[in-house]
């Protein structure tokens, strides 16, 4: 009897509360797929190639995991706080009946655990599956899928995962539980009146707003201007502007609801009392619609720039394969090495590229003038072009040197036209990962109308159009500014003092029936017991790779959170406001009222009710997405800013979807409590 009475109280709670149960099931799909992450086939190819880097993010995941538990806790008490909230009349009967109170709490926490291990019986199977799709997916998106893919269990995932959920279900119902067994009959059997809050004038409301609104721009200016990103303190200072102005304009919106409710004209079945009901309640809870628009924003901007960051994110375009790092000395030290183990062949083509300073001068400020450029830099009408291209003139009075043959041999073997110059001739060096295209697009301007500089005082003319192919495989060198010069020029200013880097590109043999990263991979093992320094396309490819992950798997992670949390929040407060309005309800319902009326005015309040939340962040979230654009990428990728935000505001559009499926949960938990109104209310 007693089994059954539990089985049948967590069916029933499961039915009322679908859309808690469902937050439980995507919270727990989230905890398995974070948790797994080090066993999916990118974060395996990636462990190999960028080891520390990875070791570092996963041993962020406890620090995730903690974090998430200790929000989702608050969504499980508060949410459950409700359920009992509503079954308290229940509660009282069983009581009066004789149940003794530790039977009952027994009870209560036998359902909580029953709808938990149901929520883990669905969540799991779930996760493996999403886990096992996201991998296929993201090893196909990044060109892994030719290694093979495997399925993966992750034990450890799973049991983190379900003694987590368990555990915060178990606290929270051990708090809760344990307060209910302890209230009397009398008062499980009568509602608690909601108190009064505070009325305000209407000049105090309407102060709010305007300051609210203000503060908003203040925090979009700092955020999208970049000035947030530039100081710790400013970051603050913008992160509290944009908090405290989002309250105050919740504070405010009655204002808004008020003028709406007596706007004469189109009169609507219940209309003023609809808004009415949302006044009331944006008043009462305006501080937790407020955090929730917040958390809502979070969640769009996490996911926005995350599934932007992946989708945008490439990496370079291959060139070369391999880079050996050498000087002027042993270079041919590499080439003997190679050959001696019958390596040679490997190589179709293997080239030096030399790359030194200017060595001829002790003033390294001022080695290479601009003249020219500076005075055409003075006439440019945009002053944020003018302010850019003075700034990058100041900075690269000591450029690196970049001998022409070198360069030249890069171009043939990209398939691109070979440079051609003068002893007096220079051509420009911007690599596209540093380099803003709005500024080559400048420099290539002024080159093309004419442009002298000096090298060590001796005139030189720049020709052509700004070169960007990567002169080495390895990212972690780059040079946002360089002159190409012809070998003569470059031996004389360098004075034998330079860089050696060589560059190859695998034999057609070295690749023949096997993928590009395979062929690297093989030629890796027979590369690492030589004890030559390189680095590899496979290693560059790497690094890209791991800024995909850590930008898009951990945001996306935490949106989901985020966005489960504050929908939850919102709906089940929504529901709470109706019970506790009931009695209005029953009024209207002896006014004559009917169930279809009732359930019209409920879905506009809320679609009120959510709305504003959403609303708020969804127009903040332009700026935020924008705003961690200009933050976290480097200068290469906000290049294809138009295109980030074109995909972002798609990830936006899509979770205002998601919104919309919670509102037509809680409006199905509305309608069927409205419902159990229309019969008439018995006398106690």
Known sequence: MFSELVARNSRRSRRENGLFFTSLVISIIAFYIILSLSHQDVMVFLQRMESNAVDRLLSLIPVLYGLTLFILFFLVYYANRFQLTRRRHEFGVYLMLGMQRRKLFGMLLAEDLRSSLIALAIGLPAALLISEVISLVTARLVGLGIVGHQFTLSLSAIVWTAVGFLLIKLLASLILSGKIVREEIGALLTDAPEGTK??????????????????????????????????????????ALGVAGTLLLFYGLRVIIDRLARREGRVGRLRVFNFRQVEETVIHRSGALA?????????????????????????????????????????????????????????????????????????????????????AADT??????????????EAVGYPHLIALSGYNHLLAAAGQPELTLADNEAAVYC????????????????IAEGSAITIDGAPFTLRGQVQSVSVVTDRSITMSFALIVPDAVFDHYTQGDYDVYLDGVLAPSMTEGKSLMNAIADMNALLDPLGLPYESYLQNLGRELFYIVAASYLTIYLAIIFLVVANTIIGVQFLMGQQKAARRYRTLV?????????????????????????????????????????GILSVSAQNGMTEMMIAAGAMILLLCVVEWLYMAAVKRSSSRYLLGLMAPEREE
């Not at 990962?433 to 002024?446: C, F, P, Q, Y």
Request: glycine share 6%; hydrophobic share 45%; with cysteine.
């Open 198 to 239: 505070k009325q305000r004038p209407a000049a105090v409301y309407a102060a709010a707003l305007v300051l609210g609104i203000a503060l908003l721009a203040a925090a979009y200016t700092l955020a999208i201007g970049g000035r947030a990103w530039s100081d710790l303190r400013y970051m603050a200072g913008t992160l």
């Open 291 to 375: 955090i929730c628009s917040l958390l809502i924003l979070a969640a769009l901007c996490c996911f926005g720039a995350g599934v932007a960051t992946a989708r945008t994110s490439r990496a370079e375009t291959h060139t070369l394969d391999y880079t050996f790092p050498t000087d002027s000395e042993d270079s041919d030290t590499v080439r003997e090495t190679l050959t001696a183990h019958g390596l040679d062949g490997a190589f179709s083509d293997l080239f030096e590229m030399r790359i030194g300073y200017i060595r001829t001068t002790e003033d390294r400020d001022h080695a290479v003038r601009y003249e020219a450029l500076e005075r």
């Open 380 to 393: 440019i009408p945009d002053a944020d072009e003018r302010q850019q291209l003075q700034y990058m003139l």
């Open 431 to 446: 690599d596209s990962e540093v380099s803003l295209a709005s500024r080559t697009a400048l420099l290539n301007r002024l």
């Open 590 to 630: 002896r006014l004559g009222a009917e169930h279809d009326t009732l359930c019209r005015a409920a879905k506009a309040q809320i679609n009120w009710y959510f709305g504003l939340p959403v609303g708020v962040a969804a127009v903040s979230s332009l700026f935020g997405v924008r705003a961690l654009f200009s």
